[in-house]
């Protein structure tokens, strides 16, 4: 019995979409003689901000504080050998808010004057592509990146129909997916990488965009279909 012949192919889109949410990273350092003394100061800072920014912007959604880093301050590394390690402590503050660059733009000057940096100093220590202080996002993502994959298979139907002309063969039945790919089942494999090793403040959605216009919703597949006369 003679095996079906069939074609192995892939197909790609890129659908673009208005941004639903916005996030804004922030960051306290504090070092001192003390470790105990570096913590308190850190969480009292970062309670303030976060005090501050909520009694200001009634159109923040939601805040997030997070231990970044507590460990050897980096001055600490070109010092004289013979002097005492001073403890650094990094936290973070998330900042969930609708899409509004101006909005952003505010909370992001009112945090500045209350002493936040607005780069992630922790990242200093593993060499990070840097992330901007505002990232636009698409929380309601799943109607769209299902479309993504439907047409990534719509794509992929018609490379394996100019593929199979070639062989004067046209294509048949879809006989199996052998691999989807979209920005979100990847950031699931990357998830502990970023934040755990990385000390970085992971976002609750893997769509993201530095301009409040558009965000990128991506698919990939790998496909077989059937190859009839």
Not at 7 to 29: E, F, K, Q
Not at 138 to 166: C, G, H, P, R, S
Not at 177 to 204: A, C, F, G, H
Request: glycine share 4%; with cysteine; charged share 25%.
């Amino acid at each position: 019995m003679e095996s079906e012949a069939e074609i192995s192919i892939t197909g790609s889109v890129t659908i673009s979409r208005r941004p639903d949410i916005a996030y804004i990273t922030l960051y306290v350092r504090t070092n001192g003689i003390l470790l105990e003394d570096a913590i308190k100061e850190a969480s009292a800072k970062i309670e303030q901000v976060n005090k501050t920014l909520h009694d200001t912007f009634s159109e923040i959604r939601e805040t997030l504080i997070r231990d970044m880093y507590i460990g050897e301050s980096k001055s600490h590394w070109t010092r004289e050998k013979a002097e005492s390690p001073q403890p650094e402590v990094i936290k973070g503050l998330l900042v969930t808010i609708p899409p509004e660059p101006d909005l952003a733009t505010k909370i992001v000057d009112r945090a500045s004057r209350m002493g936040c940096i607005i780069q992630n100093p922790a990242e200093d220590r593993i060499l990070a592509y840097p992330r901007g202080v505002v990232m636009y996002g698409l929380a309601q993502y799943i109607e769209t990146e299902q479309e993504a994959i439907e047409k990534a298979l719509m794509d992929a139907k018609e490379n394996a129909a100019l593929a199979v002309k070639i062989l004067n063969k046209k294509v048949g039945a879809l006989k199996k997916i052998t691999s989807v790919e979209t920005p979100r089942i990847q950031s699931k494999v990357d998830t502990y990488t970023l934040s755990e090793k990385n000390n970085t403040m992971v976002l609750p959605t893997s769509y993201l965009s530095v301009s409040p216009d558009h965000v990128e919703v991506s698919a990939r597949l790998a496909v077989v279909f059937e190859m009839t006369d």
